[in-house]
Each structure stands twice: as structure tokens, then as C-alpha cells.
């Protein structure tokens, strides 16, 4: 079994400030994990993902996150956020033998100008 | 250009009456998934499948059924049996199998049933 926790429901920031969304997760066996974005009344669309190997990764839209397997940790950072990043955002973890995600409950990201 | 298409994007119904939510996708993925979102609540598995003839419960599957006789269709019914179906209902399609990394959504069907 696995499970996902979002730290935190909603985070508002400035334009052009730095954001970090925390993701830690639980899981018996060994992982990968995603970041989604869900922009208003739409599906949810692929950020990053972390499947093996170097333990930061880069996706779309100048975001990044770092796995840390110590902590259990997957979480978000952009060092410069814009009002178009205003959205929803999904962390997911999949057992590496299985297809299922368990996603976590969202954070609410508010860019302000 | 390859994807998942959910159609309609809003639905109407009454109390009572079961209704079917369409969705197709051209990417030759073998596992498809429905999910239902409600506010506040992130994404709750309602049913799944990995291959064409099978599928499987996800975590509120309880008034709900599905069908897979298509590689590229997963059509959900909501049946008068789910007490509370008004949600954003949202399906997606991964390679399956050993390939089984991420999904690809569509766009989603705000189902309200008054």
C-alpha cells in the first residue's frame, strides 16, 4: 500500500518569488512519482516525474523537484513563480511493479500579482 | 494529434436516472482509469483496467460500472445506486504493463444530478 500527503492545501505567493509544494509519500517498495498541474475545469497534465537515477529533475515550465528517499520527500520548487502558474498541483506515487497512482489531495497554488 | 477525449464536457441529469460518460483515446495505451474529483478532495479511483475484457475496483467503485471491450474506449455508467454523483469525473490511459509510468488525463465531465 501507498499513500501521498500534500503539506500544505493552499499557498499563495507573489509574482517573481520563489515556491516550494511539499509532497511526502509512503510506500513498501521501491517508487516512482509525478507531479501533475490541473488548470480550472480541466484535466490534469504532466509536470515532472522521477522514475530512476539522478534524484532532481527538471519539467515543464521551469519547475523542478528532488527525490529524497531518506525523507520520503518529492517536493515542488520554481524560483521564479508567474501569474499564469496559478493552479492546482498533484503529487502521485506508483509502486514501480504496479500501474495504479495514489495522488495526494492538492495544493492550490495563487500567484498574486 | 494523439489523445483522450471525454465527451460531454457538462452533463445533466435527474435523480434516478443512470447515465454513461464517454471516453476514447487514440494512444494505443493498454490501462485505462476513471477517476472522480470532488472539491477539496484530490482524485479517488472509482475503477480501472489494464487490458481489453478485465478490470478491476478502485477505492469507491459502489455505484458505478464500467466496460472495456475496445482497447481505445472505457465508458463509465453512473448508476442510480451512487448517492452522491454530482462531481467532475476524469479518465486516463497509461502504457501499462512494464512501461506503467505516467497517465495522460482528458479533459473531464461535470456530471450534476439534481
Not at chain 1, 515542488?76 to 504496479?98: M, Q, W
Not at chain 2, 460518460?21 to 485505462?32: F, R
Not at chain 2, 475496445?70 to 453512473?78: A, D, G, I, W, Y
Amino acid at each position: 500500500a501507498q499513500s501521498v500527503t500534500q503539506l500544505d492545501s493552499q499557498v499563495p505567493v507573489f509574482e517573481e518569488a520563489p515556491v516550494e509544494l511539499r509532497c511526502n509519500y509512503s510506500s513498501s517498495v521501491s517508487v516512482y512519482l509525478f507531479w501533475y498541474v490541473q488548470y480550472p475545469n480541466q484535466g490534469l497534465q504532466l509536470l515532472l516525474k522521477y522514475l530512476s537515477g539522478s534524484t532532481l529533475v527538471k519539467g515543464i515550465n521551469g519547475f523542478e523537484a528532488e527525490f529524497n528517499k531518506s525523507q520520503t520527500s518529492f517536493h515542488l520548487r520554481k524560483p521564479s513563480v508567474h501569474i499564469s502558474d496559478t493552479a492546482e498541483y498533484f503529487c502521485a506515487v506508483s509502486g514501480t511493479n504496479a500501474g495504479k497512482s495514489t495522488f495526494g489531495d492538492g495544493t492550490t497554488l495563487t500567484v498574486k500579482p | 494529434d494523439g489523445g483522450i477525449t471525454q465527451s460531454p464536457k457538462y452533463l445533466f441529469r435527474k435523480e434516478g436516472q443512470n447515465v454513461t460518460l464517454s471516453c476514447e483515446q487514440n494512444l494505443n495505451h493498454d490501462a485505462m482509469y476513471w477517476y472522480r474529483q470532488d472539491p477539496g478532495q484530490g482524485l479517488r479511483l472509482i475503477y480501472y483496467s489494464q487490458i481489453v475484457n478485465d478490470f478491476q475496483k478502485g477505492d469507491i467503485a459502489e455505484g458505478y460500472s464500467v466496460s472495456r471491450e475496445k482497447k481505445e474506449s472505457f465508458p463509465l455508467t453512473v448508476t442510480s445506486a451512487q448517492k452522491n454523483p454530482t462531481a467532475f469525473y476524469l479518465c486516463a490511459s497509461s502504457q501499462g504493463g512494464q512501461n506503467t509510468y505516467e497517465q495522460y488525463f482528458g479533459p473531464g465531465t461535470r456530471l450534476t444530478v439534481t
